[in-house]
């Protein structure tokens, strides 16, 4: 289990961002490698720190 530092979650792997508070058994929290792992407290940080794509489960509006 992914122990929640922050709401949202950067995976660097897939370049997607997941809302942690809305999360879905579809978004595989706990396949995404710690190393892949960065935390953010906005969904805002997160897309300036990062080309993320939204979450198609969690957040919705995905462009993939």
Known sequence: MVVKLKR???NLN???VHDTQ???TRCQLDDIKPEHR???DTLAEAKADERYDNCAWCIGNSTR
Do not use: A
Request: hydrophobic share 25%; net charge neutral; charged share 35%.
């Open 8 to 10: 949202y979650l950067g």
């Open 14 to 16: 897939t370049l997607e």
């Open 38 to 40: 960065r935390w953010y």
């Open 22 to 24: 809305r999360e879905q």
